[in-house]
């Protein structure tokens, strides 16, 4: 009887690894996060983003990275964003950070979790002008390269710009595909009464900002800018698949020119 013990068990793990192979788990898509030590940040106003070179033939589902943002109102101003100062700056801001901390921990399963994750908390993706930014500015062959976003304004460069590959572009807010309408009606990166106002916040207006409780309504309103950025793909199902979240950091808006 003993001696038949290793033949039953060989059995049995040559079922499960063709069960495996059967299930497509030998296929299991997933993707690396950017290294959070690829991000630098410079105080409150620029990051440098280096973007990790993919290797298409290993990750052949993978189409772009997306950098997803939320704005928090605030009365305050600091030169430098920490989590020792989140929470005076914006609640909102340290709930969202601290919620989605413990995903920005460089697990390399990719799933539609780390999307509904941001999405869920009202974080959306950067758009540019000019250009579909999946498709042109972060695609596949922006691999390998340095991404720098900068909320600096000064001629000759007169709104926060992303700039990849010596091109540079004017940051956009999103329109949520369409399910609301920014105000202002450009959409840039810029600290106004209608990005601050308590009013313009709502599912139809400025749904990708959040407002500051207990803000004298006379006193000064300040826009900070939440960044992460994901690598994300295409499964063999055709269902959007993602890498963990990484943090870039938080800016303050400049006050449009």
């Known amino acids: 009887m003993g001696s038949n013990r290793p033949v039953k068990a060989a059995a049995v793990a040559a079922l499960f690894l063709i069960s495996c192979v059967s299930c497509g788990i030998e296929d299991y898509a997933f993707l ?3 290294p959070s030590g690829n991000v ?4 409150n106003h620029r990051a440098t983003i280096r973007l990790p070179d993919i290797d298409l033939t290993d990750y052949y589902y993978f189409t772009h990275f997306a950098v997803y943002y939320r704005i928090y109102i605030s009365g305050s101003s600091y030169p430098t964003i920490h989590t020792g100062n989140m929470n005076d700056l914006n609640p909102l801001l340290y709930a969202d950070y601290n919620a989605i901390l413990p ?24 758009n540019v002008e000019g250009a579909v930014i999946e498709n042109a500015v972060l695609a596949a062959d922006a691999r390998g390269k340095t991404v720098t976003l900068d909320f600096m304004v000064a001629n000759p460069q007169p709104v926060p710009s992303l700039t990849v590959d010596g091109r540079q572009y004017n940051l956009q807010r999103s329109t949520g595909s369409g399910l609301f309408r920014p105000a202002p009606a450009n959409r840039y990166f810029f600290n106004t009464s209608e990005l601050n106002a308590a009013a313009n916040v709502s599912n139809t207006i400025n749904a990708d900002v959040a407002d500051r409780a207990g803000l004298d309504s006379g006193g000064d309103r300040y ?23 990484t943090f870039i950091g938080v800016f303050l808006l400049p006050s449009s020119q």
């Open 223 to 245: 826009t900070y800018a939440a960044m992460y950025i994901v690598v994300t793909g295409i499964d063999d199902n055709l269902s959007p698949i993602y890498s963990a979240p």
């Open 103 to 126: 995903y920005t921990n460089g697990d390399t399963t990719a799933s539609t979790a780390t999307g509904s994750l941001l999405t869920n908390r009202n974080y959306y993706t950067l």
């Open 32 to 34: 690396y996060p950017v």
């Open 40 to 43: 630098s940040v410079e105080l």
